[in-house]
């Protein structure tokens, strides 16, 4: 059975950094797509940032050149660097992995920017 479960949201001011990590169980982590996305109150849930099989990474244009997404297939977990925080940030994070079939969501961790 997969399971996606994340963890390291929290408290910071503007300007701060944090690291969420997505541990991923049941299948064979290296072959698939992870991806994180984010919403916040009010709002649709957004791409933040993926990455391929092979480290091939994408991301959204509000993140752009302060988030950065990379993966360690040997311990099945994809990572989220989160630098330069901005009270806009402020949102639930989500873990996804893309299966052939279906995604497959953890149920998020809480990041919220604020002094």
């Known amino acids: 059975q997969v399971q996606v479960v994340e963890s390291g949201g929290g408290l910071v001011q503007p300007g701060g950094s944090l690291r969420l990590s997505c541990a991923y169980s049941g299948g064979i982590f290296s072959d698939i797509i992870m991806g994180w996305y984010r919403q916040a109150p009010g709002k649709q849930r957004e791409l933040v940032a993926t990455i391929t099989s092979d480290g091939r990474t994408n991301y959204g244009d509000s993140v752009k050149g302060r988030f950065t997404i990379d993966r360690d297939n040997a311990k099945s977990t994809v990572y989220l660097q989160l630098n330069s925080l901005k009270p806009e940030d402020t949102a639930v994070y989500y873990c996804?992995?893309?299966?052939?079939?279906?995604?497959?969501w953890g149920r998020g961790t809480q990041v919220t920017v604020s002094s």
């Open positions: 996804c992995a893309r299966l052939v079939l279906r995604d497959y």
